[in-house]
């Protein structure tokens, strides 16, 4: 079962039935605010995540994080939520510090 783990929301965790979804997509439909600026579609990195485990776990990096990657914008443990898919297993995110909210509490 694919499973989502935010370390820095206190543990939050997010069980889904169905694979090959979009982690951004499994985040908000379980009521968490997480930032995206361009509206989902992979033009900035307001909504990157940190893995912390089970990058395997994740669909391969597409075209445009591949680009992140090259311009530095995007290191190796970092993932857009809005571009990756959860195909398997459990992943083992953060909240990278520049993108929580104000709102909201945080753990670590």
Known sequence: ???IVIENLFNR??????SKR???ELIHENGIDWMHAC???GRCTSCK??????L????????RE???FKQKRLGPQERLSCQSTL?????RIRVAEINKFPHLEYSE
């Open 56 to 63: 395997e776990n994740l669909s391969e990096p597409n075209e």
């Open 49 to 54: 995540m940190i893995v912390v485990e089970g």
């Open 13 to 18: 965790t997010i069980n889904s039935t169905a």
């Open 22 to 24: 979009k982690v951004i």
């Open 66 to 68: 591949t680009n992140y």
């Open 1 to 3: 079962m694919p499973r």
């Open 87 to 91: 195909d398997k297993g459990e992943i």
């Open 39 to 41: 509206g989902k579609k």
